[in-house]
């Protein structure tokens, strides 16, 4: 179906729908409960259509409840998941945590500045389906959620030859303290001309396009007096290469659309950005020594910043999907040369005709919640 504002001309053959939270009995309860250890299907569409917007809102004082509740979907009535995912995470913040940011996609809105306790939650990206369509939330708290708000809004088609064969996938993937291939302080003088040891992002069969990811990066493994946990090249390997892959890059903050590590902090692209850059401290007050810039010591107004703690940078390949017939695999280094012995955690998005390969059982809750603020200056500190 025609999109975006060159689409709005068009007339449509499609019924505009919602499944929500709305109060049955007509007040103000617009919210359902979701107990600790339930699983809740909050929509199970039938038919051809599409979905084309999700909002979400969750009313709970549970620490890092946005790892703790999973959102699962389903097309088709396939028996495996195509989303999969903590439900920060798949909304654009990872680390367990809600932040205002808004892209293209992707959103949360809330108080904007140091991230929140709740927020609303959007996505824009189009699901569509031929049979039908199930969406699911799994609470695996400790607590009960109390308050959950959401709507599903779709489009029903009148003919299945309406819908287009691709479907929407999403997966989420932690790897806590990356196997680092060489110590840090060796980064400078190893190579890595294979991509072994590789963050995977995605690992997909099938045909189809890969759209983005996010990528949360707590960095607790810092090159002494060298705060800066980039420089690990993007490396995406199609239909099975091996070496050299299709689209190698230049460092970390490069594959998302930055440079000169990430300078402006947080910031809210279209298709790309920072959604969480939480904390970060001047070297000054730490007393580790200013980085030398290529141009010279930064100035006295200017001090280098010590990055470290809890990192979310997004890229949506919106106008320049990456395609692929048989299989990709989306990888990054983690440090050059995978050096860095970090918490990396991502969601990968794409399109793909079915069926897709499984996804890999998803970590107990206990293994998706992250390091505390605490934990992660301690080890920081120990080796900056």
Known sequence: MFGGLSGLVYRRDAKRKRISSWDRTGKNRDYIPIASGETKVIADIKGPGSVKHIWVTIGTREIYYPRRLLLR???????????????????????????????????????????QHMAAMNCFFPMPYREGARFE????????????????????????????ELRFHAVWHRELFTESECPPEKAGETSNLTGKGNYVILDAEGAGHYVGCILNIDHVDPIPNFPWFGEGDDMIFIDGEEWPPSLHGTGTEDYFCAAWGYPSLKYDGPYHGISLAEPVVPNLEWGVPPRPEPWGEPTAREPDLAYSGKWTAYRFHIEDPVYFSKSIK??????????????????AYWYQTEPHKVFPPMLPVEKRLPLSKRESLRRFMQKI
Do not use: Q
């Open 330 to 347: 989306v990888t990054i280094e983690h440090g050059t040369a995978n050096c860095h012995a970090d918490d990396y955690s991502s969601v």
């Open 137 to 164: 939330i799994v609470n695996e708290g400790e607590e009960d959620v109390p308050n959950f708000y959401f709507y599903i809004d779709y489009e029903e088609y009148p003919d299945e030859k309406l819908v287009p």
């Open 73 to 115: 979907a389903y097309w088709d009535g396939e028996t495996t998941p195509s989303i999969e995912s903590p439900i920060g995470d798949f909304f654009g913040v990872g680390h367990g945590l809600v932040n205002h940011f808004v892209s293209l996609p992707l959103n949360m809105i809330t108080k904007p500045g140091r991230p």
